[in-house]
């Protein structure tokens, strides 16, 4: 093995016997050509500066390690006075190592040296800002765990990962990360056919990114569900003494205003529609069904009395089945209960003598009345079963609203 020779054991010594190694800076660093440069790849992420909705990108900064040997450099220690040195990176080779999914220019500050050591190891260390392409899966936001890629690849040289702690160094440095959590680093390496020196390498980092959800569940999930609870309730003000339509009405508009304001929380790309957007949209259904049933029993009550009788099947589906499930059973009839025990206390003959056609008239007229009363009483029931059953529609959604996020948000921490 050739070593170096220097004159004194100092650092200018060391530089004037590296001079002829400056010379050879476009050429790979190796004896014979047929043998692979192994470089070795790691990297430190110390900051996660933000994922982007809108445009699938995401900002990382991190400290990105390269190692490879120089053949054409040795020197001992003692005849030089030192085992390592640092020197301009123009004067070397350096691997042609780029990032796959780097969506933008690297405006990391650059770092103009690296460090030789005497067994020909060199070590560069250089700040990248990465700004990469990250699939996004917002189906759960904002529960959402991303899975974001660095891909390392060279078509020069052979790559391996000298770092098994990387995910370790990485929540010790760590000092920018936003809304985001790092959770884990995974690596591996892609090996393609190729004839050396070309190594057609690829080391492969899945990093794994929560979303600390605290902010979109204060600003977006409990005023969305403060609102549906208040229009919940909203169903015990009676429709014949409240205007109740206005009210729910404002709840309508309240809930527009506040959904557009907080549209820039809300992702807008994705492969799928993010089940909040879901949760919106049906607590915007429920308060415009609740509306249009306040209409519908409004008018109930207000012209039940010039209605139709109620028809066969909306008495069987309403008032026996419907109206059973929700608790207000079909109250039994009252019509003709009194007229029927005064009739036993008459008899027949005096109904025969004392007929009058103005009495006919007014018994005719007393029966068209209470058979309209009992019309409006049964058109009043149904409306009451209407709105007894959106009531309890709301409630079960309510709950099972709560019981969804709760599922999906410890799912999500238990990855």
Not at 226 to 232: A, E, K, N, P, R
Not at 260 to 281: A, C, K, Q
Not at 370 to 379: A, D, F, L, Y
Request: aromatic fraction near 12%; proline fraction near 6%; charge should be negative.
């Amino acid at each position: 093995k050739h070593l170096l020779s220097c004159s004194e054991p100092s650092s200018s010594a060391l530089l004037v016997a590296l001079s002829p190694v400056f010379d050879l800076q476009p050429i790979r660093p190796v004896n014979d050509m047929v043998n692979f440069t192994e470089v070795l790849v790691s990297f430190t992420l110390y900051g996660i500066l933000g994922v982007v909705s809108n445009r699938p990108n995401a900002f990382n900064s991190l400290w990105f390690l390269q190692g490879w040997k120089n053949e054409f450099i040795s020197w001992d220690p003692e005849q030089c006075g030192t085992d390592q040195i640092s020197l301009p990176r123009s004067k070397f080779w350096i691997p042609d190592i780029v990032i796959n999914e780097f969506m933008a220019k690297n405006t990391a500050p650059a770092v103009p040296f690296v460090h030789v050591h005497s067994d020909g190891w060199i070590y560069d260390f250089s700040p990248v800002r990465v700004v990469s392409s990250c699939n996004l899966n917002i189906y759960t936001f904002p529960f959402d765990v991303q899975n974001c890629t660095f891909t390392f690849g060279s078509y020069m040289v052979e790559l391996n990962i000298p770092i098994k702690e990387i995910l370790k160094n990485s929540m010790e440095v760590m000092t920018t990360v936003g809304e985001w959590q790092l959770i884990d680093i995974i690596a591996y390496k892609e090996s393609h056919d190729a004839e050396p020196p070309y190594g057609s390498d690829e080391l492969v980092f899945h990093i794994g990114l929560r979303r600390k959800s605290t902010l979109y569940v204060v600003n977006l999930i409990i005023p969305s569900c403060f609102l549906i609870t208040v229009d919940l309730f909203s169903f015990l003000l009676p429709p014949q003494s409240v205007d109740r339509s206005a009210f729910k009405m404002t709840l309508i508009l309240g809930y527009t205003v506040f959904l557009l304001l907080m549209n820039d929380l809300l992702p807008v790309t994705g492969n799928t529609i993010p089940l909040i957007n879901v949760f919106f949209s049906l607590c915007l259904a429920l308060m415009v069904a609740s509306l249009l049933e306040t209409i519908l029993i409004t008018n109930l009550h207000s012209s039940s009395s010039r209605l139709a009788p109620v028809p066969r099947w909306v008495r069987v589906v309403f008032l026996q089945t419907l109206g059973c499930c929700v608790g207000l059973p079909s109250k039994p009839p009252k019509e003709h209960s009194t007229g029927m025990v005064l009739c036993t206390h008459l008899n027949v003959k005096d109904l025969h003598y004392h007929t009058d056609p103005n009495d006919a008239v007014e018994e005719g007229g007393v029966d068209r009345q209470q058979r309209g009363n009992h019309n409006s009483e049964e058109w009043i029931q149904v409306a009451g079963v209407i709105d007894r059953f959106l009531f309890w529609l709301y409630a079960v959604f309510i709950i099972v609203s709560f019981v969804v996020m709760i599922c999906i948000w410890a799912s999500s921490y238990s990855k």
